[in-house]
């Protein structure tokens, strides 16, 4: 069993910085891959990034703003977003493929970003 809480979001101007947190329960050196993903109203959950072991994947759409990462020490999982635009609010989400299979079987209850105008 992996627990998932995600922290860090919030309300934004356009063109600001914000950095999201995972916090795993489990060590999280020991779970192949973790990824973003967001949801914003009236919109299916769309993926951001992910990193499984040492190797980064981003969507395209936040490519060179956004940066993914983890601390094992910590436990935790990152994403550092720059450069926010309003079409970047939604709620995000941390998840977890504990297997390595593929499939997210671990999801945290999402933190609110708000980007305005």
């Known amino acids: 069993q992996v627990q998932l809480v995600e922290s860090g979001g919030g309300l934004v101007q356009a063109g600001a910085s914000l950095r999201l947190s995972c916090a795993a329960s489990?060590?999280?050196?020991?779970?192949?891959?973790m990824g973003w993903f967001r949801q914003a109203p009236g919109k299916e959950r769309e993926f951001v990034a992910a990193?499984?072991?040492?190797?980064?994947y981003y969507a395209d759409f936040v490519k060179g703003r956004f940066t993914i990462s983890r601390d094992n020490a910590k436990n935790t999982l990152y994403l550092q977003m720059n450069s926010l635009k309003p079409e970047d609010t939604a709620i995000y989400y941390c998840a977890a493929d504990s297997a390595g299979m593929g499939k997210y079987d671990y999801w945290g209850q999402g933190t609110q970003v708000t980007v305005s105008s």
């Open positions: 489990v060590r999280t050196v020991s779970i192949p891959q």
């Open positions: 990193i499984r072991w040492s190797a980064l």
